[in-house]
């Protein structure tokens, strides 16, 4: 499967969403619809020497429990702007 790359879409509508973690893993967040109900895949992807494409690492959230991950989500960032728990990126990620 070929490297999908990181697009800035400014369309409403989107419904995949590419975050680089690494120089050689990105996660892709994506609504997708698999028997007929729509969920939220979460998927690590790699390119690496040995292997390039998504691994067995992810997670299916239906789409009816979004809100209440999106509130989860919110309510860490806020606890790790608090207590200080960034990791110190490196100089080329911070102007990305």
Same mark, same amino acid.
């Given at each position: 499967?070929?490297?999908?790359?990181?697009?800035?879409?400014? +369309?409403?509508?989107?419904?995949?969403?590419?975050?680089? @973690?690494? +120089?050689?893993?990105? /996660?892709?967040?994506?609504?997708?619809?698999?028997?007929? #109900?729509?969920?939220? +895949?979460?998927?690590?992807?790699?390119?690496?020497?040995?292997?390039?494409?998504?691994?067995?690492?992810? /997670?299916?959230?239906?789409?009816?429990? #979004?809100?209440?991950?999106?509130?989860?989500?919110?309510?860490?960032?806020?606890? @790790?702007?608090?207590?200080?728990?960034?990791?110190?990126?490196?100089?080329?990620?911070?102007?990305?």
């Amino acid at each position: 499967m070929a490297k999908k790359a990181s697009v800035k879409k400014k +369309d409403t509508n989107v419904r995949e969403v590419w975050v680089r @973690v690494s +120089d050689s893993t990105q /996660i892709r967040i994506e609504v997708s619809e698999f028997k007929g #109900l729509y969920r939220l +895949d979460i998927r690590e992807y790699v390119q690496t020497n040995k292997y390039t494409g998504f691994t067995k690492k992810g /997670i299916n959230v239906p789409t009816e429990f #979004l809100e209440k991950l999106h509130n989860g989500l919110g309510t860490l960032l806020e606890t @790790v702007k608090k207590e200080g728990l960034f990791n110190e990126l490196e100089e080329e990620e911070e102007g990305a």
